[in-house]
């Protein structure tokens, strides 16, 4: 496995301020969010499709794909967890791999089985938006379904994660595209030896890459970091800064 599962470092953080500008919208009959451009975008051919972390469609996923549409993207959450997705901060001795392998009521796992189908719904909604090429960022439990969907005619044209989990040796190397990390200095689900097992992985796909490492911060620092802490709050800004330079290099 280039990085381990998820676990219960996967929702712990911060709340962020800010008042989201998107849209809530159906893509069929998944839940997600909308940010659109606000006038003229050299990016109108393509689009980011945004793959939360555990937690889903929240305040600081919106914020976030608010961002990336105000760098002229325009980007899509949709709801990988049919509705059942986590709250931050779980209490001690919550079963994480019980809520991931069965759902909360038991009937509603969050596997492949369940989200491949959802991510696939949601590349076909942008393709018949006229998007020719799309971008896709993945958070945490994200960032394997950004893998997944990057082979050659799967529809992930360009991918960037960050502290990535449960990513499968065997999906990084079937990519066909650009791929860029942001990985934590202290990050059990991907540390140190992950991070350089998927470098190996990485130089023989012969796809463009990059592996950026940011000191000081945890698992979660891109989506869930202390923003009063000015070493992480850095950290989160030039994570996103990664992204954006990283499509802007590669789908334009």
């Known amino acids: 496995m280039a990085s381990n599962p998820p676990s219960t470092c996967c929702t712990v953080g ?48 919106k914020l976030m794909a608010d961002q990336y549409a105000a760098n002229g ?17 779980r209490p001690e001795g919550f079963d994480f791999m019980a809520w991931l392998t069965k759902g909360t009521d038991g009937k509603n796992p969050h596997t ?29 439990f ?6 997944r969907f ?14 990535p989990s449960f990513v499968e040796e065997a999906e990084l190397a079937a990519i066909a595209g650009p791929v860029s990390i942001a990985a ?3 990050d059990q689900i991907f540390p140190a030896e992950k991070r350089h097992k998927s470098e190996t992985i990485l130089v023989e796909t012969k796809q463009p890459y990059q592996i950026n490492l940011y000191s000081g911060v945890v698992h979660g620092f891109s989506v869930r970091c202390d923003l009063t802490k000015k070493h992480e ?18 789908m334009i």
């Open 14 to 61: 911060v709340k962020h301020d800010g008042e989201p500008t998107g849209t809530s919208i159906k893509v069929g009959s998944i839940d997600a969010y909308v940010a659109e451009p606000k006038g003229k975008t050299n990016h109108k051919d393509t689009a980011i499709l945004f793959l939360p972390d555990v937690l889903g469609i929240w305040q600081n996923s």
């Open 73 to 89: 993207y325009y980007t899509l959450i949709p709801d990988l967890f049919n509705g059942d997705p986590l709250g931050l901060n």
């Open 112 to 140: 492949y089985e369940t989200v491949d189908p959802i991510v696939e719904k949601s590349i076909k909604y942008l393709q018949e938006k006229g998007f020719k090429k799309i971008g896709a960022v993945g958070y945490c």
């Open 142 to 147: 994200g960032a394997k379904y950004v893998v």
């Open 150 to 163: 990057m082979p050659k005619g799967k529809g992930i044209d360009v991918g960037f994660l960050a502290h």
């Open 184 to 186: 934590a200095e202290t």
């Open 233 to 250: 709050k850095y950290a989160k800004e030039q994570a996103f800064l990664q992204a954006v330079a990283w499509f802007d290099e590669h």
